[in-house]
């Protein structure tokens, strides 16, 4: 069982940055690949940025990639999200999750979910 709390976000003006982090518990958070997800109102849960167990390897969604950067702190138990450049389209509630997958990208393939935390980039 893993549990993840999320938490750093807040109000950021367009054209900003902001880094949310995302802690877990148990000892075994080096064995998940780790994700990050959106879900603005309205619309779907997208995901964002994922790294892989080793954290060599992340990828990203097309409309996050070369602002956005996933990392994580195995030793911490911690995976972050920096956020540079942010638009109003970004804002949105913001989810880590923990999956046993490899490269997973998909809702489903995400073990264990954070509840949380909001991003808002004003205009």
């Known amino acids: 069982q893993v549990q993840l709390v999320e938490s750093g976000g807040g109000l950021v003006q367009a054209g900003g940055s902001l880094r949310i982090s995302c802690a877990a518990s148990?000892?075994?958070?080096?064995?998940?690949?780790m994700g990050w997800f959106r879900q603005a109102p309205g619309k779907e849960r997208e995901f964002v940025a994922a790294i892989i167990r080793s954290g060599r390897l992340t990828y990203y969604a097309d409309s996050v990639k070369g602002r956005f950067s996933i990392s994580r702190d195995n030793a911490k138990n911690t995976v972050y999200l920096q956020m540079n450049s942010l638009k109003p389209e970004d804002t949105a509630v913001y989810y880590c999750a923990a999956s046993s997958g490899t490269y997973p990208r998909t809702t489903g393939q995400y073990d264990y979910w954070g509840q949380g935390t909001q991003v808002t980039v004003s205009s």
């Open positions: 148990g000892r075994t958070f080096s064995s998940y690949a």
